[in-house]
């Protein structure tokens, strides 16, 4: 039997020039912050990761669920780098095409369809491998970098940004966090991302925690869907869009309850 698929698709998001989603960004961003990113980044934040990883015009990087291009796309011009994304929505990639196309970039960037957990990519490709906010999609957390190690070259860095939680064993949040997204979430603690990556045959180098601005840029997409929910609900239908916002919700609660964080992972492959 086919169970009923609940969440609001990525591809809807994706889509960043519909009615819905030009008030949600604008919400969040405003004109001058917006750059196709569906995460909590900003460009500031690139900057400084950009700093920490030293890519520069020799590094060639990989964008592990890039969603439409857009932070992909804001490294590569800041910094002359060789990017490559990989998502799984069809519309995230076009649009990502596209935007390369518009930014002069497509001889430097490249995106492919395809699930991360195994990507068209060579063995020891990328000097760098980068993923932000895409995490809690992936069961297989230890297959998913051991994917990634496959395509650094060694000494390659993976560094990741992701929510990272210690869940709280009650089956009304569980349920509140699962419905969220069409794609199912898997959360992790902390701890756990340590001992996967190691697992998988990652060194970690570096952690830091970004809950403060995370926790900002939550609650700026909540207010976004509340704020403009009879649009949205048009565009993502009224039950996902409820999901949605009960989601946000839950999760700024588990922030302020310390039950939720986010960290920026910085690994390397020995
Ligand atoms: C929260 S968005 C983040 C997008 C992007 N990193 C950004 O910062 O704008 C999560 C992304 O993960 C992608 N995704 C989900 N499952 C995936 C998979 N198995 N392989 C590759 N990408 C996936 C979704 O399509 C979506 O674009």
Known sequence: MNEKKIGVDYSILHQIDSPANRLIRDSIWGKENDIGQQSFITPSYLDDLIRR??????????DVGSGVGGPALYISSRTGCRIAGVDISNVGVDMSMNLARKSGLEGKAEFRLGDAMKTPFGDNTFD???????????????????????????????AFLSGTFDMPDDPEVIRKMARGYLIPQYYDSLANYR??????????????EYVSDF???????????????KEIIK???RENTDYHIEYFDTYLRLIDEGKAANHLIISKKP
């Open 53 to 62: 990883l030293r890519i520069g015009g020799e590094s060639h990087v990989l």
């Open 215 to 229: 926790r900002v840029q939550n609650k700026k997409w909540g207010d976004a869907y509340k704020k403009h929910y």
């Open 128 to 158: 760098i491998a980068i993923s932000l906010n895409v995490m809690n999609v992936f069961r297989d957390k230890v297959g998913l970098f051991r994917e990634v190690l496959r395509v650094l070259k060694k000494d390659g860095i993976w």
């Open 235 to 237: 565009e993502q239908g």
């Open 195 to 208: 001992g996967k990556l190691k697992e998988a045959g990652f060194q970690i180098e570096e952690i830091t």
